[in-house]
């Protein structure tokens, strides 16, 4: 039968710092306890190779993983598929806003904390929070640092259950949220 499948996306691939910890928990699980993991990111403005290692560089536990990762990264406009322990990183080099209507993808679980809204509000503008809607699984997940009211109106229409929680760190309140099982977003 086979391990299950689970597909992690986010907006703004930046360092690569939600990826490289999202495989180093999976990896840490016993075999038979990981899904088949398909990560799906994308970056308008790829960093460089050395802006990347100097900036993941206070976390030297990582440095195997990031070293794979820079090993293959080559980013081009468009689609930039890269494999590292078994785990699909589909990585889209281009405006997010045009790549993921056009992309086929069923995400069980977002990362949407890259960029601060008020500096990008378009990455969090309702058109393509909409979209994010609708390319999340029933029941899929986000989490976001910001917790700016346009910010969870525009998820909240996008079909997500959002809640206000304590935030990470000196962020006073973070949100997180769930896909409606009755939304059709």
Known sequence: MGAPSFTIAELGFGTGLNFLATLELLLSLPEAQRARLTYVSFELYPMEVAEINKALSQWPELEELKDKLLAA??????????TINGVRLLLGIGDAREMLPMVSISVDAWFLDGFNPLRNPELWGRDLMLTVGEKTVAGGTFGTYTAAGWVRRNLQTAGFEVERIKGYG????????????????
């Open 170 to 185: 000196t962020k006073r309140q973070m949100m997180v949220g769930q896909k409606s099982a009755t939304t059709k977003a």
């Open 73 to 82: 990264w080559k980013p081009l406009p468009g689609w930039n598929p890269i």
